[in-house]
């Protein structure tokens, strides 16, 4: 192999390791957005997602908690929003076979 072919093979493999962690970084924010909808009991009876929106809630956490720093908004809103669906759909089906 030509010295560019290998020049050109390695940028590629460093801009799939980018996209790599990229792609890990927002699964992590997406997982601590949803950890904030569910509330900092963790125990399904307190979730935040009921009381405030994903924009109140990282607002007010940047404020007073340094995990939030280094988390995206928008994939922070993603996780937050994901945890709210699911609840919504899990009480909607609990009301309906209590009936």
Do not use: P
Not at 37 to 43: F, I
Not at 69 to 91: H, P, W
């Amino acid at each position: 192999m030509n010295k560019r072919n290998e020049v050109f093979r390695l940028f590629k493999e460093k801009e799939k390791e980018k996209i790599k962690i990229e792609i890990h970084n927002r699964l992590i924010d997406i997982r601590i957005g949803r950890k904030y909808a569910r509330g900092e009991d963790m125990d399904g009876n307190n979730y935040e997602c009921l009381n405030y929106t994903a924009e109140e809630v990282y607002d007010n956490s940047l404020n007073t908690s340094d995990d939030l720093k280094a988390v995206n908004k928008l994939y922070f809103i993603e996780g937050y929003d994901l945890q709210t669906k699911e609840l919504s759909r899990v009480l909607k089906i609990a009301r309906k076979t209590k009936r």
